[in-house]
């Protein structure tokens, strides 16, 4: 979900009777969007209520008994017959036991109480989140800054119409190619994150993302109860390094000098902290997709690069063509969402970096290379042999072919 989308998708479930759960990474905006929520209800003249379970006696209250939340609003009760309760509560992974809080609120007030509220890494990890909550809550998940909101948040709205305009026309020329190829490049090298995009210079980008990844990585870690934390960030350094390759659990278990198990359960949490995802191959069987190894991509290019504390420019880097494929990841998850996307390898090593579903048999497949002139044709055959109705794309970043798409048009 993104910005520009996801305060209209909020104020659409108003009216659902389920509860709103807007979860994400630390810092991404989960608490600025719903305060923007809040606004919005408040001029709809209805009755809404802001709650962070950050503080320590909203904390208390709840923990000795969910409806102990009435203490800080309005009573269901007082409400006039038609008219529902709003409560957003920012953090709610704080309470001992979020999943069974939610439930009762919404077993109890359905149709008279609404719940809009946040969460981060401990609520979503919660084995009982899934089970206990079904039917009773939609899922919101929000994304670091695409680059359309990158432009949007430094001031080049200009900008985004320029790149609509290459996104429907591939042969538009624009005269701000330079200035968006610049903007791009810093986009890829810092990422996502709100404050960090704001960030005035590249000292303070630097110093905000190596924050991010000191407290708020250990913050996730310490939740989720690593009790090695230093094992846990050298997990995600070695990922860092790997971007785009085979997840090997067996290797990283030799590698970090921790059993298989512990890999598994690290390599899960930082999926749930939304740190990285870990992409499924394509097969004609469902049973070989879930035990071939995934790949490994980052949510964000920026914490990536500050795992590998390298925040170099992109023609002097030893991998930039896995931060272009990095980036390329996260942009077909917006276009197409992230269940759609798999990847497709053979034995023999030949492969196609991301292969979209779009319907039973049919979608579409692209490769990624830095420059084009990389592509070989002959690489691909086996592919569009099997898969006819998934045809093939190329995507670089120094376009010289015909029919390759530039990254930036995308």
Same mark, same amino acid.
Do not use: C
């Given at each position: 979900?993104?910005?520009?989308?996801?305060?209209?998708?909020?104020?659409?479930?108003?009216?659902?009777?389920?509860?709103?759960?807007?979860?994400?990474?630390?810092?991404?905006?989960?608490?600025?969007?719903?305060?923007?929520?809040?606004?919005?209800?408040?001029?709809?003249?209805?009755?809404?209520?802001?709650?962070?379970?950050?503080?320590?006696?909203?904390?208390?209250?709840?923990?000795?008994?969910?409806?102990?939340?009435?203490?800080?609003?309005?009573?269901?009760?007082?409400?006039?017959?038609?008219?529902?309760?709003?409560?957003?509560?920012?953090?709610?992974?704080?309470?001992?036991?979020?999943?069974?809080?939610?439930?009762?609120?919404?077993?109890?007030?359905?149709?008279?109480?609404?719940?809009?509220?946040?969460?981060?890494?401990?609520?979503?990890?919660?084995?009982?989140?899934?089970?206990?909550?079904?039917?009773?809550?939609?899922? #919101?998940? !929000?994304?670091? +800054?695409?680059?359309?909101?990158?432009?949007?948040?430094?001031? *080049?709205?200009? &900008?985004? =119409?320029? $790149?609509?305009?290459?996104?429907?026309?591939?042969?538009?020329?624009?005269?701000?190619?330079?200035?968006?190829?610049?903007?791009?490049?810093?986009?890829?090298?810092?990422?996502?994150?709100?404050?960090?995009?704001?960030?005035?210079?590249?000292?303070?980008?630097?110093?905000?993302?190596?924050?991010?990844?000191?407290?708020?990585?250990?913050?996730?870690?310490?939740?989720?109860?690593?009790?090695?934390?230093?094992?846990? #960030?050298? !997990?995600?350094? +070695?990922?860092?390094?790997?971007?785009?390759?085979?997840?090997? *659990?067996?290797? &990283?278990? =030799?590698? $970090?000098?921790?059993?298989?198990?512990?890999?598994?359960?690290?390599?899960?949490?930082?999926?749930?902290?939304?740190?990285?995802?870990?992409?499924?191959?394509?097969?004609?069987?469902?049973?070989?997709?879930?035990?071939?190894?995934?790949?490994?991509?980052?949510?964000?290019?920026?914490?990536?690069?500050?795992?590998?504390?390298?925040?170099?420019?992109?023609?002097?880097?030893?991998?930039?063509?896995?931060?272009?494929?990095?980036?390329?990841?996260?942009?077909?998850?917006?276009?197409?969402?992230?269940?759609?996307?798999?990847?497709?390898?053979?034995?023999?090593?030949?492969?196609?970096?991301?292969?979209?579903?779009?319907?039973?048999?049919?979608?579409?497949?692209?490769?990624?290379?830095?420059?084009?002139?990389?592509?070989?044709?002959?690489?691909?055959?086996?592919?569009?042999?099997?898969?006819?109705?998934?045809?093939?794309?190329?995507?670089?970043?120094?376009?010289?072919?015909?029919?390759?798409?530039?990254?930036?048009?995308?």
């Amino acid at each position: 979900m993104t910005r520009f989308e996801g305060l209209e998708i909020l104020k659409n479930h108003l009216s659902a009777p389920q509860h709103s759960i807007i979860i994400g990474a630390r810092q991404v905006g989960k608490t600025t969007m719903v305060k923007q929520l809040v606004d919005h209800i408040r001029q709809q003249q209805k009755s809404v209520f802001f709650l962070t379970l950050e503080d320590p006696t909203i904390l208390k209250a709840i923990n000795e008994h969910p409806e102990n939340i009435f203490n800080f609003t309005q009573l269901p009760s007082s409400l006039q017959k038609k008219e529902k309760l709003y409560i957003v509560i920012d953090e709610v992974q704080y309470a001992a036991n979020p999943t069974n809080f939610l439930k009762l609120l919404y077993d109890k007030y359905a149709g008279k109480v609404k719940i809009i509220a946040t969460g981060s890494s401990a609520f979503y990890i919660d084995k009982n989140f899934k089970d206990s909550l079904a039917g009773r809550k939609q899922v #919101f998940e !929000l994304y670091t +800054l695409n680059f359309e909101e990158f432009l949007h948040f430094k001031k *080049q709205d200009n &900008l985004i =119409n320029e $790149l609509k305009e290459m996104h429907k026309r591939k042969k538009y020329q624009s005269l701000h190619i330079q200035k968006m190829n610049t903007l791009f490049e810093e986009y890829v090298i810092y990422g996502g994150y709100p404050a960090v995009v704001l960030a005035s210079n590249e000292t303070n980008k630097k110093i905000l993302l190596k924050e991010l990844v000191n407290s708020y990585m250990k913050k996730d870690a310490l939740e989720a109860g690593i009790k090695d934390s230093m094992k846990f #960030f050298q !997990l995600a350094m +070695l990922l860092a390094a790997q971007t785009g390759s085979l997840v090997n *659990q067996h290797e &990283l278990s =030799n590698t $970090l000098g921790l059993s298989v198990g512990a890999i598994d359960n690290y390599l899960y949490i930082l999926q749930k902290t939304f740190i990285v995802h870990l992409l499924s191959p394509k097969f004609g069987s469902l049973r070989k997709e879930l035990t071939k190894m995934p790949k490994v991509y980052f949510n964000d290019t920026g914490l990536r690069n500050t795992l590998l504390n390298n925040f170099s420019r992109m023609n002097d880097r030893m991998d930039k063509g896995e931060l272009l494929e990095n980036y390329v990841y996260t942009r077909l998850r917006k276009l197409y969402g992230s269940d759609a996307l798999r990847y497709w390898r053979t034995a023999d090593g030949n492969e196609v970096d991301f292969v979209v579903e779009q319907t039973i048999n049919k979608g579409k497949a692209f490769e990624v290379k830095y420059n084009d002139i990389q592509y070989k044709p002959s690489k691909y055959k086996k592919f569009l042999a099997i898969y006819a109705t998934y045809p093939l794309s190329v995507i670089s970043k120094e376009k010289s072919k015909a029919g390759t798409i530039d990254v930036i048009r995308l």
